[in-house]
Each structure stands twice: as C-alpha cells, then as structure tokens.
C-alpha cells in the first residue's frame, strides 16, 4: 500500500507565492519519477513538474522560470515552490509518483496519485 499525502496550497494574488509538498509512505521499494499535475477547472489534467530516476526535471512550458521543483530521495519527499503565480496557474494540484513495490510475485511498479490541493489565484 502507497499513500500520497499534499499538503500546502491555498489562495494568493496574482504575483505572489505559494508552495505545495507531497510526502510517500508504504510498502515502497523505490520512486522512480516523482511529479506534479494540476487540473484547471473545466480543463484536462496536464503536466506541471516531473523529474525522473536520472535527476532530470521537466517543466511544463507555461510554469518555466516561475516554478521550482525540489526531490528529498532520503525523506521521500518533493516539493513545488511557485512565484509569480497567474490566474491561470489556478486548479487542484495533484503529486504522482511512480513506485516500485515488492510483490509476491516480483516488483510491481505502478503510478500512484494523491488526493490533490487546491491553488487559486486571483487577479
């Protein structure tokens, strides 16, 4: 069993900040890529920040420059620090982390989702 708990979110003016963390526990043998998402209302679910086994992070073009993504391996962990927030940057925020767990068959590796944080931005 995984569990995705966010925490963070929440309202704030156009221009200032805002910051989200997402912590994994359970049966975890390891996290591959671990990330963020976020579902604007109305739209699709769209990427924001993942970053992969290797260390690369990729961010969505829209939040470049504006967002930063941190990964604690040690605490299973990451976080997103977000300035200069626009109102279109408002929309649940979702942490998703591909894990690989020990199963009695093997390891299985799956992505698992939290429950998502509110982040509005008003202008």
């Known amino acids: 069993q995984v569990q995705l708990v966010e925490s963070g979110g929440g309202s704030v003016q156009a221009g200032g900040s805002l910051s989200v963390s997402c912590k994994v526990s359970?049966?975890?043998?390891?996290?591959?890529?671990i990330g963020w998402y976020r579902q604007p209302p109305g739209k699709q679910r769209e990427m924001v920040a993942v970053?992969?086994?290797?260390?690369?992070?990729k961010y969505a073009d829209t939040v470049k420059g504006r967002f930063t993504m941190n990964r604690d391996n040690d605490k299973n962990t990451v976080s997103l620090q977000m300035d200069v927030l626009r109102p279109e940057d408002t929309a649940v925020y979702y942490c998703a982390a591909e894990v690989a767990t020990a199963q009695s068959m093997g390891v299985d590796i799956e992505w698992y989702w939290g429950q998502g944080t509110q982040v509005t931005v008003s202008s």
């Open positions: 359970g049966s975890i043998n390891s996290i591959h890529a």
């Open positions: 970053v992969d086994n290797g260390g690369v992070t």
